[in-house]
């Protein structure tokens, strides 16, 4: 049996094509022995013109609306050229002014010229420390914008270098050869600055190119890193960014189908991230992003945080390992190591080096992490898949300093479920993620700071190909349809409190898309690398909507988003917008 699935450009051809060596299901009496594979094919055209829509192509539904007052702006980098740079950063070195902002809005706005070229990851990095995280838009242009604020003691009054990566490959002879210029603009709003920001930032995993990166594969799934602690660090907690790429680009359609980000404190399980399900603008179908993206594509706007300030007590040097998990497994099963987890991480300190810690224990220390490992079953539509888990993990602490005591209680809980069923034509892949992070800290200072997530998709796909030339000579072509349904949800609340202010956000998103194509492919190598010679059918129809709540010592405003964008045409590939609504109402 074979699973089809499609990750895509658009219509001339791959430069780094994936290939996915999955699974077939023999059933042998009671065994069950996988070997089954899967071709995802990257794809891209040059013909792709004709919007007259917004501004900006492509562009995210979450909006960072600033407070009411004329911003100090920094332009960082305007019309920056990315071609051949792959992770070869830009570098920008800016001095922010001093003053007292009340937000700081980074907005990154990235253009393509000089042909065709695929959707490629942006990082975007202040003296190694990760503050974006994205993609482009594989054809014209895209905006987004993210909240700075948490970073505001790295940039103000300070000499910063900014350090941009789109991953960008060049390959003339495939005519890959479209060039992204970028544009980052930092606006400083004046106000009263936000109480208990951290001052002081260690980026993790620092890369040769000299910022927080590294990528996890099942030969090395963990990564570990010594943290040296100012004595007077009074809470610790730490951002981590991450996304699944090669064979994981789509683990949620994967066996196993289910990916945790385990953090770990001097051997001890600390944490856990539960990655979202992105979609870039050439995934599963290209034609569905084109132009309303996914949700967290062009920018990821839902920080995973983990508090680690118990693990003060310690003493002031850890070791902070991440680990992604069901790698290995997932190496057991295809026999391939190409399941690849890019991270970056930062570890953000509250320091008062005036008043040090005299001592420190550990009060709780329990953690729980149960994985019940893939289960097939054979049935009557195909192969059946599932797998489930849980984890628990709880830590407090009481903290002595020169000056005052504090307690500190961090409680995180979560659960995945994964479903599937899946023939040689025909895959349907459920995935829901749902966690939650409590952490209180009373005495010396009293913050808190409360996540809640869930993240579901449903996807359902099938795909047809009869080769039309000897499938054992490379290239040859076959034809090829199509055709699939998704639903994907976000739903995320995030408060912190630091003395008598309250800052918190609530986004609910959605995103639904139906439709396929059909047309006659070339393949070009083993790895799944494809030119779509013809099309022949091309429809498609996405919609989005989002509710989000941004509440400042409980005033601020909803935002109210809601989008439907079609494809009907095997000419003009860039699809249009049905309608636009984007409403804000104040909130007090």
């Known amino acids: 049996m074979r699973k089809f699935f499609v990750s895509f450009l658009v219509f001339l051809i791959v430069f780094s094509p994936t290939y996915y060596s999955l699974n077939t299901v023999n059933i042998h009496e009671n065994t069950l022995t996988i070997s089954r594979p899967q071709l995802f094919y990257n794809i891209t055209s040059p013909i ?39 992770l070869t950063p830009e570098n920008f070195t800016i001095k922010v002014p001093n003053g007292s902002y009340s937000m700081v809005i980074m907005n990154v706005s990235i253009s393509e010229s000089n042909g065709i070229q695929y959707d490629r990851q942006v ?71 936000p109480k208990g920001l951290p001052n002081m930032f260690i980026p993790l995993f620092v890369s040769k190119y000299n910022y927080s990166y590294i990528i996890l594969n099942p030969l090395n799934p963990s990564t570990s890193q010594i943290v040296n602690i100012p004595n007077g660090t009074y809470m610790m907690k730490l951002l981590i960014y991450e996304e699944g790429g090669g064979l994981d680009e789509f683990w949620y359609t994967n066996e196993p189908a289910t990916r945790s980000i385990e953090v770990y404190y001097n051997g001890s399980l600390v944490g856990v991230v539960n990655p979202y399900q992105t979609i870039y603008t050439g995934g599963i179908d290209l034609f569905w992003w084109k132009p309303i993206p996914s949700i967290n594509t062009l920018a990821f706007h839902t920080p995973y945080i983990i508090d680690l300030t118990p693990m003060l007590a310690l003493g002031n040097k850890g070791v902070i390992t991440v680990h992604v998990t069901n790698l290995r497994e997932a190496l057991q099963i295809t026999g391939s190591t190409a399941f690849d987890w890019d991270i970056a991480g930062v570890l953000m300190l509250w320091v008062n080096t005036s008043n040090p810690l005299i001592s420190g224990k550990l009060l709780t220390s329990y953690t729980r992490y149960v994985d019940s490992t893939p289960i097939f079953t054979a049935g009557f539509s195909g192969i059946y898949y599932q797998e489930v888990g849980n984890y628990l993990v709880n830590y407090s602490a009481v903290l002595k300093f020169k000056s005052g005591t504090e307690y500190s209680l961090v409680t995180q809980e979560g659960r995945f479920t994964a479903y599937q069923t899946f023939n040689n034509i025909y895959e349907k892949a459920y995935l829901d993620e749902t966690f939650s992070e409590y952490s209180l800290e009373s005495g010396l200072v009293n913050s808190s700071m409360v996540i809640r997530g869930n993240y579901p998709i449903l996807l359902q796909f099938s795909a047809f190909e ?63 690398g494809a030119l779509l010679v013809s099309l022949t059918s091309n429809n498609a129809l996405t919609e989005k909507s989002l509710t989000a709540e941004f509440l400042v010592n409980g005033e601020g405003y909803k935002e109210l988003f809601n989008a439907e964008a079609s494809q ?3 000419t003009n590939l860039a699809g249009y917008y049905i309608k636009i609504s984007v409403n804000y109402i104040p909130i007090s």
């Open 466 to 528: 009869t080769p039309i030339s000897n499938p054992n000579v490379i290239p040859y072509n076959l034809t090829y349809i199509q055709n699939g349904t998704l639903s994907l949800g976000l739903y995320y609340y995030f408060s912190t409190s630091y003395s008598s202010s309250n800052n918190t956000m609530w986004i609910k998103e959605n995103e639904t898309s139906i439709g396929g194509f059909s047309g006659i492919l070339e393949i070009i190598n083993k790895y799944g």
């Open 48 to 86: 792709l013109k004709g919007f007259t829509d917004p501004k900006y192509y492509s562009f995210q539904a979450y909006e960072v609306k600033p407070p009411n007052v004329t911003p100090v702006i920094i332009h960082v980098a305007t019309n920056a050229i990315f071609n051949n740079t792959g």
């Open 123 to 193: 990082y975007i990095f202040i003296n190694g420390v990760p503050i974006f995280w994205g993609s482009t838009q594989e054809i014209n242009n895209s905006t987004a914008s993210v909240d700075l604020t948490m970073f505001e003691n790295l940039l103000v009054g300070r000499n910063v270098t900014f350090q941009a990566v789109i991953e960008n490959f060049y390959d003339a002879k495939l005519n890959i050869t479209g060039v992204y210029h970028l544009n980052i603009t930092l606006l400083l709003y004046p106000g009263i600055e």
């Open 568 to 570: 009907n045409s095997t």
